[in-house]
């Protein structure tokens, strides 16, 4: 039973447009959420995260929606760059010390 | 200065070996994770432990054991390993009641 889910793959994108990627839960009680950004042979690295009380954050090209009446959040990259291609995971907890992440999507941004 | 480092890499081994992956931080976190990808590339929580203290054990076969000598480390012993182990190991660490999570480079183990 996956209570995160990034149902596209992947996605491509021109230089200079936006990048919108989506992840949809399931589970009421998460009250944060992270989006997390991996390149090949890499561990994952922190990008941007909200809590369950805001619907928006920004930090520089990156934001973050939180709907939470339809359980979808998403990660806007404007202006994206060839060097934000990557894999994006969203994850979410339930304010315990467990996160739970999705299967990801595999961004490339076209030069 | 590598603030999670994973050891080894890469580790290759034969179906019924038991073997270890170690697991450094130096970020000065109280909680330490474990997770698998697997080849569905889905990253899943095995344990965590916070001030050396398993509080996270997603049901894992007890063929993997979680040992934390120290704060600053959080090895993952496994006996018996199966075709099914063969994934992509992360560690990682946060603070307790933070945000994010620091992973390692993750380790690859192929059981052949």
Not at chain 1, 45 to 69: A, C, H, M, Y
Not at chain 2, 40 to 69: A, D, G, H
Request: proline share 5%; aromatic share 12%; glycine share 6%.
């Amino acid at each position: 039973d996956q209570q995160v889910k990034q149902n596209s793959p992947s996605l491509s994108v021109q230089e200079g447009r936006i990048s919108i990627l989506n992840c949809d839960y399931t589970n009421s009680m998460f009250d944060y959420f992270l989006w997390y950004k991996k390149y090949p042979a890499e561990g994952p690295t922190f990008l941007i995260s909200i809590s369950s009380i805001k619907d928006k954050n920004e930090d520089g090209r990156f934001t973050v929606f939180l709907n939470k009446s339809a359980k979808h959040l998403s990660l806007h990259i404007v202006p994206s760059q060839p060097g934000d291609s990557a894999v994006y995971f969203c994850a979410a907890s339930p304010g315990t010390y467990k996160y739970i992440f999705g299967t990801g999507t595999r961004l490339k941004v076209l030069a | 200065d590598t603030a999670v480092s994973q050891t080894p890499k890469y580790l290759v081994t034969q179906m019924g070996n038991d073997k270890s992956i170690k697991c450094e931080q130096n970020l000065g976190h109280d909680t330490m994770y474990w997770y698998k990808q697997d080849s569905k590339k889905f990253l899943k929580i095995m344990f965590s432990y916070n001030n050396k203290e398993l509080i996270i054990n997603e049901t894992v076969p007890n063929r993997f054991s979680p040992k934390s000598p120290d704060k600053a480390h959080l090895n993952l012993h496994i006996n018996s390993l199966e075709l099914g182990d063969s994934a992509v190991y992360f560690c990682a660490t946060a603070w307790t009641g933070g945000s994010e999570q620091f992973f390692g480079p993750g380790t690859r183990l192929t059981v052949l």
